[in-house]
């Protein structure tokens, strides 16, 4: 079993709706990350939390450390969001290593 | 546009060549890593500089041999590589001091990558 767990593995969208990724780990964590990549290659760092929610634009992260539960919220979505998203998380005293989950694949229509 | 620049964008090369994949960054970070990614998966941690010194192998072959020359500059030289070795090799940078109790913590910046295709 992956220390860290996202759902759905992929997931197809019409433009506009409300869409929500989950990331759910295993272990103890200082800090879980949400990264977007583009077919492209590059990857976007989105979101770092610890605690609570942010929010950037049409989007919001939130993340509950009890229930080792992360969700990721796009707002009004649009096809130019169509990437893999990916949570990872950081453990205390593993210096700069993350654990990534396996990416949820993202596909907004029009 | 990232903030992080890496050289070539594509790469093939044959398993007796030798090249070398660049990155630069200038926003003064001091902690710099290689990620390998098959496509798919997620990124694999390769290596991380930390004030241009390396503070993680991650049990990589010698085939992979990183340089950091200076704290905006991080090389990854190839030498005889297998057609396994074809991914996409990411830089990332990112700043705080590392070491096995860091708890400091910050986002990653990635670069676009560099396609690697060893034939």
């Known amino acids: 079993k992956n220390e860290v767990e996202q759902s759905p593995q992929n997931l197809t969208a019409q433009e506009g709706e409300f869409i929500t990724i989950n990331c759910s780990y295993s272990?103890?964590?200082?800090?879980l990350h949400w990264l977007q990549q583009h077919p492209g290659g590059g990857i976007v760092s989105l979101f770092m939390l610890s605690s609570g929610k942010k929010k950037h634009g049409r989007l919001i992260a939130t993340i509950n450390i009890q229930e080792k539960h992360s969700s990721l919220h796009i707002t009004a979505s649009h096809p130019r969001d169509s990437a893999v998203y990916i949570c990872a998380v950081k453990r205390p005293g593993t210096a700069s290593k993350l654990t990534f989950g396996t990416g949820t694949r993202l596909q907004v229509t029009l | 546009d990232t903030e992080v620049t890496q050289t070539p964008k594509h790469l093939v090369m044959g398993m007796t060549n030798k090249k070398s994949l660049k990155c630069e960054q200038h926003m003064g970070h001091r902690a710099m890593y290689w990620y390998k990614q098959k496509a798919k998966k997620p990124p694999e941690l390769m290596f991380v500089y930390s004030y241009e010194k390396l503070s993680i192998n991650e049990s990589v072959p010698s085939r992979f041999s990183p340089e950091c020359p200076n704290s905006s500059l991080l090389n990854l030289h190839l030498h005889a590589l297998q057609p396994e070795d074809s991914a996409l090799y990411l830089c990332?940078?990112?700043?705080?001091?590392?070491?096995?109790?860091?708890?400091?913590?910050?986002?990653?910046?990635f670069g676009n990558g560099t396609r690697l295709t060893v034939t």
């Open positions: 990332a940078s990112s700043q705080g001091a590392l070491g096995p109790s860091a708890v400091y913590n910050s986002p990653l910046h």
């Open positions: 272990v103890g964590i200082s800090a």
